[in-house]
């Protein structure tokens, strides 16, 4: 029963996710977890395709890390709705 | 497309982390605690205002086009017959600083333009002042909350859902209340990238001071005309020049090759000379053209206004730069070195020389040769036999 809680909110992750990402990998052929994978680098580039979108992915995903210190305590204060 | 793909990894990182990701490494301004600010909204036909800086009498009031040219004569003495004490030379108006709007998204601002444009008094002065200032990106005057939230920072939601102010308020945790998140908003976003040009408000002024009331914008002259299309243009590019300076918008638009990184070339061809230098670069995408202006920075920080006189893509589809430095290029280059190629910042000369001095520019003469008779028939002749029928 347990089981089919999280399948049903991995579901409703997923689906959000896909809402989310909507038109940006139009034409890319790479769905909305393998691009979230892939730029987390928790996967490596496997087609063409992934090849090409993997090290844009990337570099945005990565860019907040080196903003500055003001941001990272904004960013705190919205931890509310991340709890 | 590639920059497409940087900004959805930043969407991501939202996503996973469930906070909003700074598209900018100043994507948040503090506001100048003096200047004052109003909140607006509109409610029920209604004006609802309350000032959040600047000013102590911090009180919600409802009501209309009235209620606004009250709450600036309490606020501040100067504002109480501005008409009756204006000075020829236009201090008067300087010192008569006008608050800074802070406004959900534009819908609401033109629901307050609405509601104020056929007021004769203060009120119909300001709406004006704020629908002319909402028009210069990242120029002080008006905060649009929505608009400005999703240049400056990244969430993971749909798109149509970016456009509502309370999607942006749940993501950077403002106040329920309302106007109390609006002040929460020009407490992040209250600082503006490009200086107020005071000239537009002090001519406005003028107008109001000479009659005692406000008739209106009135058709512009075409003087006016010219100056509103060059302060436009100035605000568009300054803010371009402010975006693009950011290390973010940096990294994101070498994805899209307006900001080149490469590395020094000896593979210089023809040309010769201290000044000249070659750039190659293995980035996908390149949006410099021949003689375009450029700034070269090198790791060090050193940097160099330059003109790229040549762009070439090679076999293995690098691109190579020929640039002219102003200075001597053995001062801070060596085969080798990384450098940064960067739009230069627009200068004065530069946009006067870009926008309007262009308009009246001699246009180039395109040489018409005379094409004898067997060679259009041959032309004619060869289309035929390619199933094209010729044009009369």
């Known amino acids: 029963m347990a089981s089919k809680h999280v399948v049903a909110a991995e579901r409703s992750l997923m689906t959000e996710l896909e809402a989310v990402v909507a038109d940006a990998l139009v034409g890319t052929g790479i769905d909305p977890a393998r691009a979230l994978a892939l730029a987390a680098g928790r996967a490596e580039p496997e087609t063409r395709a992934e090849q090409l979108a993997a090290a844009p992915l990337r570099e945005g995903y990565s860019a907040p890390d080196g903003a500055s210190r003001s941001l990272i305590e904004l960013a705190e204060v919205s931890e509310g709705r991340a709890a | ?392």
Not at chain 2, 87 to 97: K, N, Q, S, T
Not at chain 2, 143 to 154: D, G, H, M, Q, Y
Not at chain 2, 363 to 391: E, F, I, N, W
């Open chain 2, 1 to 392: 497309m590639s920059a497409q793909l940087f900004d959805l990894g930043l969407v991501l990182r939202a996503y996973e982390e469930r906070r909003p990701q700074p598209r900018f490494s100043a994507a948040s301004q503090q506001p100048e605690p003096e200047l004052p600010a109003l909140a607006v909204e509109v409610q029920r036909g209604q004006l609802s205002m309350k000032w959040i800086s600047g000013v102590s009498d911090t009180r919600l009031r409802r009501g209309g086009p009235g209620l606004l040219a009250r709450m600036l004569s309490e606020a501040h003495e100067d504002w109480s017959e501005p008409a009756a004490r204006d000075e020829d030379d236009g201090a008067f108006a300087d010192r008569l600083c006008p608050p800074i709007l802070v406004v959900s998204d534009r819908t609401m601002l033109r629901r307050i333009e609405h509601i104020c444009k056929r007021d004769r008094g203060l009120a119909g002065l300001l709406s004006h002042w704020w629908a002319t200032q909402a028009e210069l990106p990242g120029r002080g005057g008006v905060l649009v909350v929505v608009p400005t939230a999703k240049e400056r920072f990244a969430i993971a939601e749909p798109p149509e859902r970016r456009d509502s102010f309370d999607t942006w308020a749940e993501w950077l945790g403002f106040s329920p209340d309302r106007m109390q998140a609006l002040a929460d908003a020009y407490s992040v976003f209250g600082g503006f990238a490009v200086p107020t040009n005071w000239y537009r408000w002090r001519r406005m002024h003028a107008r109001y001071a000479a009659s005692g009331c406000w008739e209106g914008g009135g058709a512009p002259s075409n003087g006016n005309k010219v100056a509103e299309f060059y302060d436009r243009e100035k605000a568009a590019e300054s803010a371009e020049y402010e975006r693009i300076s950011d290390p973010i918008q940096a990294a994101r638009a070498r994805w899209e090759g307006r900001v080149i990184v490469g590395t020094v070339d000896s593979d210089l061809g023809p040309r010769s000379g201290r000044s000249f230098l070659a750039v190659r670069s293995t980035q996908p995408m390149c949006r410099f053209r021949s003689r375009s202006d450029g700034q070269l920075w090198t790791r060090d920080g050193q940097t160099s206004p330059v003109i790229i006189e040549q762009v070439t893509v090679k076999p293995d589809g690098s691109y190579l730069l020929f640039v002219s430095a102003a200075e001597n290029r053995s001062r801070f280059l060596r085969e080798g070195s990384e450098v940064e190629i960067r739009p230069r910042a627009p200068g004065n000369f530069q946009q006067m020389g870009g926008l309007i001095a262009k308009v009246n520019a001699p246009r180039p003469r395109v040489p018409r040769r005379t094409v004898p008779l067997d060679v259009l028939l041959a032309g004619g002749s060869g289309a035929a036999r390619q199933g094209v029928t010729p044009s009369a």
